[in-house]
Nanobody, 115 residues
Framework: QVQLVESGGGLVQPGGSLRLSCAAS????????MGWYRQAPGKQRELGAA???????NYADSVKGRFTISRDNAKNTVYLQMNSLKPEDTAVYYC?????????WGQGTQVTVSS
């Protein structure tokens, strides 16, 4: 079992920045990859960025060059640095962990980009 707790969402103006954090606890030694997904109202949940235990990263085309995923192994925490935010980035952002083929999810944190 893995527990994920997100933080760092909020309201930001277009062009601004936010950093999301996801702290993992439980069977963290068996985590294969972690990522950030997002779901806007009326839309399907989609991958924003992911990072494997080996450090490989993957980004959605819509966030490449603006978002950076990173991790701090000592703190068992994954971060998503979001820069140059756009109104279309508005969504609930969910932390995800893949453990032995199973998916674990955090509770989600709201990000709103608006003037």
């Amino acid at each position: 079992q893995v527990q994920l707790v997100e933080s760092g969402g909020g309201l930001v103006q277009p062009g601004g920045s936010l950093r999301l954090s996801c702290a993992a606890s439980g069977s963290i030694f068996s985590i294969y990859a972690m990522g950030w997904y997002r779901q806007a109202p009326g839309k399907q949940r989609e991958l924003g960025a992911a990072i494997t235990s080996g450090g490989s990263t993957n980004y959605a085309d819509s966030v490449k060059g603006r978002f950076t995923i990173s991790r701090d192994n000592a703190k068992n925490t994954v971060y998503l640095q979001m820069n140059s935010l756009k109104p279309e980035d508005t969504a609930v952002y969910y932390c995800n962990a893949i453990v032995g083929g199973d998916d674990y999810w955090g509770q989600g944190t709201q990000v709103t980009v608006s003037s």
